[in-house]
C-alpha cells in the first residue's frame, strides 16, 4: 500500500515564525500536493509537483512556498506564519495522468498547524 | 475554471438504511474523472469509488456505487446497507487534464444506530 508521511499530526507555532511543514511518499510517485482544509470550505489546492524540482501554483498560494528537491519529499513552507494560516494541511501523491488514467491521490493523515 | 459543489453539508442514515450524498461539478472540458473520498475522525482520506467520464457504466465497489449523469454534471453517491463505520466527511473531487484535483466543500455522514 501507498504510504504517505506527514511529520507532524499537531504543530504550534507562532506568528512571525518560518514553518516547515515535510511530506514523505514510499511509492515512487512524480505528483505531490499540499492543501489546506478548513471547515465549510473543503480542501483548497495550494501548490503541487509533477516531477524533482517542478512546482506548480495552486488556488491559494499566497503566504506559502514549496521544496522538491528528492522524488519522495514535499515540503510546505510558511514564510512568515500568521493567525490566519491556521488550518489542516494535507499532502498527497499520486501517479502521473498522461493518458487515460484513473489514478486516485493518496493522502497522509494531515498537520494540525495552530499559528498563536 | 472548474468547480465542484456538495450541496448538502450534513446527512443522516440509520443503520442497513441506504443514502444518496449529491455532488454537482461544472467544467468545459470533455474527459475527466470524478472521485469520491472518504475522511474517517481519524483524519486521513480514503478513496471510497472512482469514475472515467468517458465511461456510460456507473461505477460500483461493494456497498458504494454512483450515479453519473454526464450531460447533468452530477455524480452523485449511492451507499448501500450503512453501517457504524461509514460515518465521515465525504469529499466529491474532479480531476482536470492539467493534474489538479478539485474538491467540494464536503458532506458530514452520521449514520444512526
Known amino acids: 500500500d501507498v504510504k504517505v508521511t506527514q511529520s507532524s499530526r499537531y504543530l504550534v507555532k507562532r506568528t512571525g515564525e518560518k514553518v516547515f511543514l515535510e511530506c514523505v511518499q514510499d511509492m515512487d510517485h512524480e505528483n505531490m500536493f499540499w492543501y489546506r482544509q478548513d471547515p465549510g470550505l473543503g480542501l483548497r489546492l495550494i501548490y503541487f509537483?509533477?516531477?524533482?524540482?517542478?512546482?506548480e501554483k495552486g488556488d491559494i498560494p499566497e503566504g506559502y512556498s514549496v521544496s522538491r528537491e528528492k522524488k519522495e519529499r514535499f515540503s510546505l513552507i510558511l514564510e512568515s506564519a500568521s493567525t490566519n494560516q491556521t488550518s489542516m494541511y494535507l499532502c498527497?501523491?499520486?501517479?502521473?495522468?498522461?493518458?487515460?488514467?484513473?489514478?486516485?491521490?493518496?493522502f497522509g493523515d494531515g498537520t494540525r498547524l495552530s499559528i498563536l | 475554471a472548474q468547480t465542484v459543489t456538495q450541496s448538502q453539508p450534513e446527512m443522516s442514515v440509520q443503520e442497513a438504511e441506504t443514502v444518496t450524498l449529491s455532488c454537482t461539478y461544472d467544467t468545459s472540458e470533455s474527459d475527466y474523472y470524478l472521485f469520491w473520498y472518504k475522511q474517517p475522525p481519524s483524519r486521513q482520506m480514503i478513496l471510497v469509488i472512482r469514475q472515467e467520464a468517458y465511461k456510460q457504466q456507473n461505477a460500483t465497489e461493494n456497498r458504494f456505487s454512483v450515479n453519473f449523469q454526464k450531460a447533468a454534471k452530477s455524480f452523485s453517491l449511492k451507499i448501500s446497507d450503512s453501517q457504524l463505520g461509514d460515518a465521515a466527511m465525504y469529499f466529491c473531487a474532479y480531476r482536470t487534464q492539467a493534474y489538479k484535483y478539485i474538491f467540494g466543500t464536503g458532506t458530514r455522514l452520521k449514520v444512526l444506530a
Open positions: 498527497a501523491s499520486s501517479l502521473p495522468v498522461a493518458g487515460r488514467s484513473n489514478q486516485p491521490q493518496h
Open positions: 509537483s509533477y516531477d524533482v524540482k517542478m512546482k
